[in-house]
């Protein structure tokens, strides 16, 4: 496994001054001691789509994710530091969701907000291991998951996959003698089998399907992100770029034939940023392969910013 450091960012440049901020002339490599801040940390893998039998091309997302980024103009002052990424090399999925762990530990503990840019969505497990390595010696906490996404990521199989993230969290948190606290967002009927549902069930799941996300209903998708929130001591938010619909984002493993509306996305995002729980979240399954006119690059990476500019 390597941790490779941030490269150099480069974009639009209409001239010298904070009037003329943008990402890429903000944005500084992290360094211990850098101060508070928004930090991005990259999982280059997409391993676990390989083995999850979805079609792979993930690794490249970090990469793709910061190039949208770059451009987007800042209205605001803001400390942005990039840590790198870390590269999972072949099929060495555990050893690279270790080091993210560890690397994310090192982070919180410094007091940066961050941002993990999958790869796949096997960056699930290897965010929670790095929130729970950085609050393990703060004494009892809970830790709520809020997942967007079609997919449960309940699947239990004998090696960690991109589908098997929330089963893996389960486990460990049953281990620690800690509740299960997950809510998923936009999960589709179609995408899960019963037997999916019945262990969300039985794990005491919180669930919001696609088809209740609509701009309709979005006081109650906002309520029920907010409820989530305040039932817990900390938040983790995780994005599935394949919660959208194909139209906004073909560049995924599995694209959506039905999806939520990314004005339904965004709201959840920012309810999670408002909460003054959420100490960490993470985008995942931007596949550039198979991206359009970086449809999916540019919706993923407008989402990091009105995270990260909400947030405070």
């Keep these: 496994m390597t941790l490779n450091e941030a490269g150099p960012w480069s974009g639009r440049d209409d001239g010298p ?13 992290w360094r211990p001691g850098a101060g508070a801040g928004a930090t991005l940390l990259g999982f280059a893998s997409d391993e676990g789509v390989r083995r999850n039998k979805g079609r792979t091309g ?43 762990a560890n690397a994310l530990a090192g982070l919180l503990r410094d007091g940066q907000f961050t941002v993990g840019l999958g790869g796949g969505h096997e960056i699930t497990f290897a965010s929670y291991a790095g929130i729970a390595k950085a609050l393990g010696a703060a004494g009892p906490w809970s830790l709520g998951c809020l997942n967007i996404d079609a997919h ?31 809510a998923a967002v936009g999960i589709s009927e179609a995408s899960n089998t019963k037997l999916l549902f019945d262990r969300a069930q039985d794990l005491g799941v919180q669930v919001l399907l696609d088809t209740e996300c609509h701009l309709g209903n979005l006081d109650a998708v906002r309520e029920f992100v907010a409820g989530f929130a305040g039932s817990v001591d ?18 995924v493993s599995a694209p959506a034939g039905y999806g939520i509306v990314l004005e339904v996305v965004r709201a959840i995002v920012l309810a999670a940023a408002a909460s003054g729980k959420l100490l960490h979240a ?29 947030k405070g």
Excluded at 283 to 300: S, W
Aim: net charge negative; aromatic share 6%; hydrophobic share 45%.
């Design 152 to 182: 449960f990521d309940l699947r239990v199989a004998q090696a960690a996959t991109s589908g098997t993230g929330f089963a893996q969290i389960a486990a460990a948190e049953a281990a620690a003698g800690r509740p299960f606290r997950y």
């Design 17 to 29: 001054g904070v009037q003329n901020a943008r990402w890429h002339n903000t944005i500084k490599p």
């Design 234 to 251: 900390h938040l983790y938010l995780t994005i599935d770029l394949d919660a959208l619909p194909a139209s906004v984002a073909p560049g």
């Design 58 to 100: 993930a690794k490249t997302g970090p990469a793709a994710l910061r190039a949208a980024l770059s451009s987007i103009a800042l209205q605001e002052p803001a400390n942005l530091f990039d840590a790198g990424d870390v590269m999972v090399e072949g099929q060495e999925l555990e050893a690279g969701q270790e080091e993210f």
């Design 282 to 310: 993470d985008i995942a399954e931007l596949n550039p392969d198979f991206d359009i006119d970086q449809r999916t690059a540019r919706t993923g990476a407008r989402l990091v910013h009105d995270l990260i500019m909400s």
